[in-house]
């Protein structure tokens, strides 16, 4: 779909739109990160802000003054420059669309910066979009007849041109243009550090364009050197034109060596090649991994695989050819990496296998059969009024002969004018359960699960409370620190209805399904219908 008509395109981007939006509005946001977002602070912090830059199309730039009169080109620079073209965004100006690149705000930036390099500039400079007072201020300040004038004036350097041209070409943009261009003029060495010349990031994806190569900048130990000389001088040597880096008879690597960088600067392109330097050793480490026939090891050979290959697509640089040898990846190839992911796969099969991980379920659940067709033909709704009046049936038969049940039997038959005492003498400590063997039942769970006084006091409460033939609902409120064993006594219930076997009379229900799994039990969602039907004590938590 993605490669095929534009239609189809379009269909697939709505596609997608519609399924991450659906997935988006189902996410669940915790309350301190809601908190976050409502107070307005932000909901990760970093210690520095990077801004993305998009350097070839600098580069390309200062390349391109030389490139009628240098004879010499390379071919690699001659068919990056016809092959990438400089990406501009499209603006509307006086009727007439013009394209502006991010490069000329670099190049016809104000005099007051003219000695400020590349990176100093990508570093400080900030686009922001002009209110539109400022932009009728602005009008009439810069009035369009001088504009023109002053555009067509190709000669000297006069504070006027250095303003006209920092616009980008256009000071009364249609309002309903989106990337306004604004800038402020400075005049004083004094606003230099005040003044603020940052891309603003919202605003920034306007200019940039498709293929982000802000990690890609080419290696000083290899490649292209006339191409790697060039970037360094258009980044760190301040121009306003390509002519400004070199000098007509001198290459670009004469240039690089010529020009006395600062130690900051030194230092910064020492720091852009350790990128490279990591994975220089990254394919050092996968070549010592293959040399020590890593198959011998179950994981080892896991780690190698693919190690002459970065996945963080984005931070390769496309400039330098990646060296795959294909036969590696070849299945007829004993040796390729493929066979060997195979031979690892079949040998972790194994393993697995041979633990039992793999074997047949223990509690013998009947296969379902696939072939099943009902004897009789009913709809859909009649089956399912069927199954609604079978299910309670079901539940009123289970629940008959429960005491609860009993109870609420025995108490409608009483009259409005009868005083009913509770029996709550399950509470005590010195209640004895009417049957011998139900009491020698709670003692000895209380044993084996080594219950605390207090854990015991809670336990007893239920279980004695589970033998009383006649009593209310007990609704009982179990609480206390992490860790103080409120989950123990829940696993001495679980084993006291289990023997009694009335494991249906209890129902373990949990807010979330990571704590719900640990008892064995559900999630809330699924309880106060089915709690109610099962007559557990624990109705009422
Ligand atoms: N009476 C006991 N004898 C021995 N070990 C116990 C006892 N009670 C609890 N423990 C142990 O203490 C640990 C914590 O107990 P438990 O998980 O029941 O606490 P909890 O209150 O449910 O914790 P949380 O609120 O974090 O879920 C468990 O490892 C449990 O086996």
Known sequence: MIGGSTDRQNTARRLMTKMVNTLTA??????????????GNPDHYTSHKFIL???????????????????????SFNT???????????????GTYIGISSVYDYIYRPTAYERMSLYGWICKAKKEKRSKEEQQEFDVHYDKDELESNAEDDGTDTEGEDEINFLGGGDSIDDDIEDEVGHQDLDSEDELNDYQIMYDEHESHEFLPEHPQYCGLPRCDQGDREYYCSTMLALFKPWQCGKYLKLENESWDEAFVGYSFSARQLELMKNFNIKYKCNDAQDDYSAEMKKKDARENIFGSWEDIGGEVDTNCSLINEDIPIDIDEDMYMLGNPNSINNQKLHEMNRIENVVKNAGWLDSCIGNIDPVDTSFKPGEKQSGSQWNVLVQSLKKLFIATRSKNLPEAKAIKDKNSTSNDEVVVDDISYLNKIFKAEKEHEHQLINTIVHEFSLNDEQERAFRIVANHATMTKSEQLKMYLGG????????????????????????????????????ALLNGSTCGCGPVLCMACMSPFCGL
């Open 26 to 39: 189902k996410m669940e946001i915790g309350s301190p990160m809601a908190s976050l977002y409502l107070l």
């Open 481 to 516: 620190m992490g860790g103080t064993g409120k989950s123990q006594v829940i696993k001495a219930l679980i084993a006291f209805f289990d023997r009694r076997n009335e494991s249906h009379r209890i129902m373990i229900l949990a807010p979330t399904g990571s704590a719900a």
């Open 80 to 94: 990056e420059y016809k092959d990438a073209p400089d990406k501009v965004v499209l603006q509307k100006y006086d």
């Open 53 to 75: 830059f998009y350097w070839k199309n600098y580069v390309r730039e200062a390349r391109s003054a030389w490139i009628d009169t240098e004879n010499n080109t390379t071919e």
